[in-house]
Structure formats: structure tokens, C-alpha cells
Nanobody
Framework: QVHVVESGGQLVQPGGSLRLSCAAS????????VAWFRQAPGREREFVTA????????RYADSVKGRFTISRDNTKNTVYLQMNSLKPEDTAVYYC?????????????????WGQGTQVTVSS
């Protein structure tokens, strides 16, 4: 069982940076793949990025490559999403999801544990 809680979302100007955190509890976290998804109003939930339990493998959506970086600190049971060069189209509720299997999936249905989400708004 893994419980995840997101934090760090806020209003930021275009071109700005923000770091989201996904804090987890549960003994399986260090071996769990963790992903970030986002959902804008009227749109489907979309894959942003994911990282394996070891942290050695990551994957990014084309729309965020070169701007976003996912990382994790298993000693703190936390996964981070560093977002740079933010654009208005990055505005969404960002969700953290975890799954005990050691694979990265882009399909949200593959993830077993979800947080409540944190709002990121990019606007001047």
C-alpha cells in the first residue's frame, strides 16, 4: 500500500519555475514507479513524466522535454517535478501516481495509487 500527497502548486508567471513534490508513505515506495500526470479543464488526464523505483530510468512527454525534470529521493520517500520555462498551456491540476511494478507506463489506468492533485496556474 502506498499513499501519495502532492504539494507545491501555485500561480506562476510565464517563463517561471516551480517544483512540485510527491510525498509518499508505505514500504513499497522505493521499488515503485512514480509518474506525474496533469489535467486541464475540459481535457483528458495526460502523461507528463515518470521515473522507476531506482531512479535510473525516466520518460517525458514531448511537450515537456527539456523543460521538466523528474527526480526522487527514496530516503525521504519523495519524488520531485522541477518545472522550468513554464507556459500558459502547462496550467493544469498535477497528479502524482505510483505503482508497485518496476515499469513506466503512460496510461493512467496502469497506476494503482493516486494523490488528490495540486493546481499549477501559469499566467501573467
Amino acid at each position: 500500500q502506498v499513499h501519495v500527497v502532492e504539494s507545491g502548486g501555485q500561480l506562476v508567471q510565464p517563463g517561471g519555475s516551480l517544483r512540485l513534490s510527491c510525498a509518499a508513505s508505505g514500504r513499497d515506495f522505493a521499488s515503485s514507479a512514480v509518474a506525474w500526470f496533469r489535467q486541464a479543464p475540459g481535457r483528458e488526464r495526460e502523461f507528463v513524466t515518470a521515473i522507476t523505483g531506482s531512479g535510473r530510468t525516466t520518460r517525458y512527454a514531448d511537450s515537456v522535454k527539456g523543460r521538466f525534470t523528474i527526480s526522487r529521493d527514496n530516503t525521504k520517500n519523495t519524488v520531485y517535478l522541477q518545472m522550468n520555462s513554464l507556459k500558459p498551456e502547462d496550467t493544469a491540476v498535477y497528479y502524482c501516481a505510483a505503482d508497485p511494478r518496476p515499469f513506466i507506463y503512460v496510461d493512467p489506468a496502469r497506476y494503482k495509487y493516486w494523490g488528490q492533485g495540486t493546481q499549477v496556474t501559469v499566467s501573467s
